[in-house]
């Protein structure tokens, strides 16, 4: 039987942004195709016999191409595994979630699609700036700088007329021409700007300026892609609090992780993985009989008790042969 293809938004932040919906699909899905810029937490969700595959791409790294993920998405379904492929963002807000569904709808294999928070909303609210915002802008307006023929997006003049809020995706390698046409098309030179790099960006950034000096301030402040650009009043606030300012980055396990982060974010503060630890099972020979003649097996941590009874459990051992045996631990997390 044909599988089915859900096109799930993951959101452009922590792992719990995604919604119920999308939630569910991964926690019963049979493989997981996903970009780049999602919160890895995300991955613990699915089944642990779920195929992971990774698609997505960071600024000018090589990645799959479109048409080999829809080939993938395709064949995938084709063995009939139900598959999420999991996108940053929103997968119909310049996330390619169309041509994807159009792929699959041309293949015949069913697919549905789960929304997500775009780049376009979630990074400028994350420094504070609101898209819109009444008596300040009416309107917001969603544009690609990046295309494949093109350096600018199209119509600039008419979106430089415009008095709502500009929000360029994909632009940063543009940034210093686009507000040159920006302003060679009558928006003024004092117009609020902003830089933003969040999310799960490798580098966060804000940066804040008017048309004319935004360029300028991105370069000397080392923004690197990807980063979303805002143009109009808005731009100029920030509705933070004082904590939301503050990213604490956590070293360890991802279950130690997930933990303080929760933990962190009760408290305001963003929680942003700077290394992650893998853990290994040592190869090394038990001696069973041994152990079962009596004495103490003493652990050191909760990684170890559950290493040591996942071996148990590999080896087919009796844990009943343990009963002579007795045990201590270091720390009550342990215990």
């Given at each position: 039987m044909?599988?089915r293809v859900s096109?799930v938004g993951?959101?452009?932040?922590?792992?719990?942004?995604?919604t119920?919906?999308?939630?569910?699909?991964?926690?019963?899905c049979d493989?997981v195709?996903?970009?780049?810029?999602?919160?890895?937490r995300?991955?613990?969700a699915?089944?642990a016999?779920a195929?992971?595959?990774p698609?997505?791409k960071?600024?000018?790294?090589?990645?799959?191409s479109q048409?080999?993920i829809?080939?993938?998405?395709?064949?995938?379904?084709?063995?009939?595994?139900?598959?999420?492929?999991?996108?940053g963002?929103?997968?119909?807000?310049f996330?390619?979630?169309g041509?994807?569904?159009?792929?699959?709808a041309?293949a015949?294999i069913?697919?549905?699609v789960?929304?997500g928070?775009?780049?376009?909303?979630?990074?400028?609210?994350?420094?504070?700036?609101?898209?819109?915002?009444?008596?300040?802008s009416?309107?917001?307006?969603?544009?690609?700088?990046?295309t494949a023929?093109?350096?600018?997006?199209?119509?600039?003049?008419?979106?430089?007329?415009?008095?709502g809020?500009l929000v360029?995706?994909?632009g940063l390698?543009a940034?210093?021409?686009?507000a040159?046409?920006?302003?060679?098309?009558g928006k003024a030179?004092s117009?609020?700007?902003?830089?933003l790099?969040g999310?799960?960006a490798?580098?966060?950034?804000a940066?804040?300026?008017?048309?004319?000096?935004?360029?300028?301030?991105?370069?000397?402040?080392?923004?690197?892609?990807?980063a979303v650009?805002v143009?109009?009043d808005?731009?100029?606030m920030?509705l933070?609090d004082?904590?939301r300012?503050v990213?604490?980055?956590l070293?360890g396990?991802?279950?130690?992780?997930?933990?303080?982060?929760?933990?962190l974010?009760?408290?305001?503060?963003r929680?942003?993985?700077?290394q992650r630890?893998?853990?290994r099972?040592r190869e090394?020979?038990i001696?069973?009989p041994?152990?079962?003649?009596?004495?103490?097996?003493v652990f050191?941590?909760?990684n170890g008790v559950?290493?040591f009874?996942r071996?148990?459990?590999?080896?087919?051992?009796?844990?009943?042969a343990l009963?002579a045996?007795?045990?201590?631990?270091?720390?009550?997390?342990?215990?």
């Amino acid at each position: 039987m044909t599988g089915r293809v859900s096109l799930v938004g993951a959101g452009c932040g922590e792992a719990d942004l995604i919604t119920l919906r999308g939630l569910e699909r991964l926690k019963s899905c049979d493989a997981v195709v996903y970009d780049a810029l999602i919160d890895l937490r995300l991955l613990e969700a699915a089944p642990a016999d779920a195929q992971r595959i990774p698609v997505g791409k960071r600024a000018g790294e090589v990645s799959a191409s479109q048409e080999e993920i829809n080939a993938l998405l395709i064949s995938l379904a084709a063995e009939g595994k139900a598959v999420v492929r999991l996108k940053g963002g929103d997968p119909f807000v310049f996330g390619r979630g169309g041509e994807e569904a159009m792929a699959l709808a041309a293949a015949g294999i069913p697919y549905e699609v789960v929304p997500g928070i775009s780049s376009a909303l979630y990074i400028p609210m994350e420094a504070g700036i609101p898209v819109t915002h009444r008596a300040v802008s009416r309107s917001v307006h969603i544009v690609t700088a990046h295309t494949a023929h093109r350096a600018l997006p199209e119509h600039l003049p008419e979106l430089a007329a415009l008095e709502g809020t500009l929000v360029f995706l994909m632009g940063l390698h543009a940034l210093d021409d686009l507000a040159a046409a920006l302003m060679a098309a009558g928006k003024a030179p004092s117009t609020p700007a902003a830089v933003l790099s969040g999310g799960n960006a490798p580098q966060p950034a804000a940066v804040r300026g008017t048309l004319e000096t935004i360029a300028q301030r991105a370069k000397k402040a080392g923004v690197i892609a990807p980063a979303v650009i805002v143009v109009g009043d808005v731009a100029a606030m920030d509705l933070r609090d004082q904590a939301r300012g503050v990213t604490v980055g956590l070293t360890g396990t991802d279950p130690f992780q997930e933990k303080l982060g929760d933990q962190l974010a009760r408290v305001g503060l963003r929680a942003a993985a700077v290394q992650r630890a893998r853990l290994r099972m040592r190869e090394i020979d038990i001696p069973w009989p041994e152990l079962g003649r009596g004495g103490w097996i003493v652990f050191t941590s909760g990684n170890g008790v559950r290493a040591f009874f996942r071996r148990c459990l590999r080896e087919g051992v009796d844990l009943r042969a343990l009963a002579a045996n007795r045990f201590a631990v270091i720390g009550t997390e342990t215990g």
